[in-house]
């Protein structure tokens, strides 16, 4: 008997929301040896019995049965699934039983919509957020930032850019960043058009040797890297943001997906992933 | 009786798992017109009972039961959401409980952790891959590419920048892109080092009129943006994606999602969110 437990994602589309889920559900299993296998666009019978055969074999050589996340939609090719020798969670079909079952209507049972592109009303909105994110980064006149949902404030490698992606990506905001440096070790301030756009602004701060440590893996053995310049930099956003109250999360122990979330849900922002 | 369906998305955490099940559950009923309520970091009683009232409010007024969407981990929180007037569609503890009873473990119930930091190994190396496409974006060395796990090949606006971010985002994927451009309408040919790098490589072709219309909204009524240059230039890109035998995708109809999963899966790559 194996001593590592065997997943296997299956969908007929990406597999992205078996992915996401069933990765969810596994961190409650931390301890645990873990050998996941990913089989997108499964959208065959052909397909699904060439599967079946292999999870069947994996499954009696192994001697333990594999789980199977799914999250197909198409009853044929779900139904011959369930019918291999494995622990078979359907992360799709009982749901949408009773989301018919309550709202009275029936399903469309079309195979790989959920992160297709016809079906998608969101995703030119992400797209266009992307590219403007990517034709702001770290550079712009303030036409631009016009445009802007949000405009993130910090110093240098405070995590601005990886997060105006995600904004975009994920939830489709128009995210633009306005990076602070202190070469002089001067005060920060805000310029007349940020006082002006003040409802867009949300800052980040984080600890300052977590943020040397950052810089260090860029530029070490700099000025710009050193710890004292990190602490002055930190200290002077942060009395930035609570001089002209703008609001701003602690980065250091925090995640892009949570940065993002906690900026779009403080600054009420529109959700174009919905 | 409204005649839009309310769901709430709830989660203890980002609630980024409940969006992304949530969402590719209702393209199925895309006929219905959704009213999308989101309620992350509802990580405490108090928060949970408030969350209820605001529901039950919700329910009485428009007479129609909203649906809950929930990953909550806690125990406590999620019998406090159980009891609202709401239809409750849990995410996460049905599963959790199979997956004990299968493994024979105890799950952890530790709040929020999908989407956190500390609890998620592949969060570095995502943040690394993203970093690394950030910093080969359109221009680099050869020495930059060796790093590379995929390099995507493909005509200006073909979509290689959001694909590799997405890989690095995603997947934890090293994605660089090799740009091709043709102003003087030479064939097009592979350097020296993308021929030592074949393995790597994979193409993205595009239809013509749809690049065109693409490239008419960044520069219109220029050469670049023409349909004939535009032909010429997927000619060109095709013929040498036949002639090299590169892998490859039109991208035309298929998200970055899609365009993403395949070349992971088309090229075995190693998946880092795993």
Redesign the interface.
């Known amino acids: 008997m194996s001593d590592s437990?065997t997943i296997f994602f299956i969908s007929d589309?990406?597999?992205?929301?078996a992915?996401?889920?069933g990765?969810?559900?596994l961190?409650?299993?931390?301890?645990?040896k873990l050998n996941?296998q990913?089989r997108?666009?499964i959208d065959s019978v052909e397909k699904a019995r060439a599967l079946v055969e292999e999870i069947n074999s994996l499954s009696t050589q192994s001697g333990e049965?594999p789980?199977l996340f799914t999250?197909v939609?198409n009853d044929t090719i779900r139904q011959e699934l369930a019918q291999s020798q494995a622990?078979f969670?359907d992360?799709?079909h009982g749901?949408?039983e009773?989301?018919e079952k309550?709202?009275q209507?029936h399903?469309?049972?079309?195979i790989g919509?959920?992160?297709?592109?016809?079906?998608?009303p969101s995703?030119s909105a992400r797209?266009d957020a992307?590219?403007y994110t990517?034709s702001t980064d770290d550079g712009l006149g303030a036409q631009l930032y016009t445009e802007a949902d949000v405009i993130l404030i910090g110093v240098s490698r405070s995590g601005k850019?990886?997060t105006c992606?995600?904004l975009a990506?994920?939830f489709g905001v128009y995210a633009a960043n306005y990076p602070y440096t202190a070469d002089d070790g001067s005060e920060f301030g805000l310029t007349p058009f940020l006082k002006n756009n003040r409802s867009k602004l949300f800052g980040m701060t984080i600890a300052p040797d977590h943020l040397q440590a950052i810089r260090t893996k860029r530029k070490a053995n700099t000025d710009y890297a050193s710890l004292r310049c990190c602490e002055q930099e930190i200290q002077n956003i942060e009395e930035l943001f609570l001089r002209e109250k703008i609001p701003f999360i602690d980065v250091t122990?925090?995640?892009?997906?949570?940065i993002?979330?906690?900026i779009?849900?403080q600054l009420g922002l529109a959700?174009r992933?919905?």
């Open positions: 437990k589309g990406t597999g992205i929301t992915a996401n889920l990765h969810s559900l961190t409650q299993f931390s301890d645990l996941k990913f997108p666009f049965k789980v999250t939609v622990i969670l992360f799709f749901f949408i009773q989301l309550h709202w209507v399903s469309s049972a079309r919509r959920a992160h297709g592109l016809e079906d998608n995703y797209i992307l590219n990517l850019t990886p992606l995600y990506m994920h122990r925090r995640s892009v997906e949570e993002s979330t906690t779009v849900t959700r992933d919905a």
